[in-house]
């Protein structure tokens, strides 16, 4: 049998991951908006939650972990630099280190700029990245700790992995990212399939969550910065990377 990986809504517009191995009977759980969803989900399926992995400390991705650990006994993982205003982690890890957990290798990436201690999980063997409020579905999170060069240089380090990886994000945005994207380059003729796309999924209740990094280069305004024809869109042919991205979240931010 093979790893499944489920998508789970949680609260009003977040989402949570559950990243089971049948082999070895373990769930992996990444971010823990809500006790209650996260329960449900592993009782329709009968499986054991043995990991919680936190992507950074704010509360509509950790409130749920402690209810959860004593619930299941999963043990809970999260940045070292952050551990002071998480909730109490099991163990800690630094950027660029490793993990292996319930038969896969994690890869820890340092993705700062919504938070400073944000990390995002690769999981090569799953072609799979867990990027929360770093890069999101035709997004980036808000600078509310970092700044636009250190999300710059993380959605660098994202954009690197492999363009077969699957992004899962930790919000349901997509709708209005995608209608914001189409103003910074309205003739983007896949930014223009994907925006009806989304629009058809908004009406059908259908998840945009996950999407494959490969689209995400194709249409996400914050990864195309370095672009040519978005600079020249934005009046900023000969201005650096950081400030195109700069002016691309400050038009995001009053959109």
């Not at 759980?29 to 996260?38: G, K, R, S, T």
């Not at 009782?43 to 043995?50: E, H, I, S």
């Not at 994690?106 to 995002?120: E, K, L, R, W």
């Not at 700790?145 to 699957?166: C, F, V, W, Y």
Request: hydrophobic fraction near 40%; aromatic fraction near 6%.
């Amino acid at each position: 049998m093979t790893t499944e990986i489920i998508t789970l809504p949680c609260l009003s517009d977040n989402y949570a991951f559950l990243i089971h191995t049948p082999d070895s009977h373990q769930t992996i759980l990444i971010d823990a908006p809500e006790p209650a969803a996260v329960s449900r989900a592993l009782a329709r399926r009968d499986w054991r939650l043995t990991h919680i992995l936190l992507t950074h400390h704010h509360g509509d991705h950790t409130d749920g972990a402690a209810a959860l650990r004593a619930q299941s006994g999963a043990e809970v993982y999260g940045a070292e630099a952050d551990a002071h205003r998480l909730p109490r982690l099991d163990h800690t890890f630094t950027a660029g280190k490793t993990l292996r957990l319930a038969g896969h290798s994690c890869v820890i990436i340092d993705t700062p700029g919504h938070t400073i201690g944000h990390v995002a999980f690769h999981f090569p063997g799953l072609n799979a990245a867990f990027t929360a409020d770093s890069l999101m579905a035709l997004g980036c999170g808000r600078l509310f700790e970092g700044t636009a060069a250190q999300m710059l240089g993380s959605l660098r380090a994202l954009a690197a992995l492999p363009d077969d990886t699957i992004i899962y994000s930790g919000h349901e945005y997509t709708l209005t990212n995608a209608r914001f994207a189409l103003t910074i380059e309205p003739d983007n003729p896949a930014l223009i399939r994907r925006a009806q796309q989304t629009e058809q999924a908004a009406r059908d209740g259908r998840p945009t969550v996950p999407s494959p990094l490969a689209l995400e280069k194709a249409t996400n305004p914050f990864l195309r910065a370095h672009l040519p024809e978005v600079k020249a869109a934005l009046g900023m042919k000969n201005a650096p990377d950081v400030a195109v991205f700069a002016e691309i979240r400050a038009r995001k931010d009053r959109f």
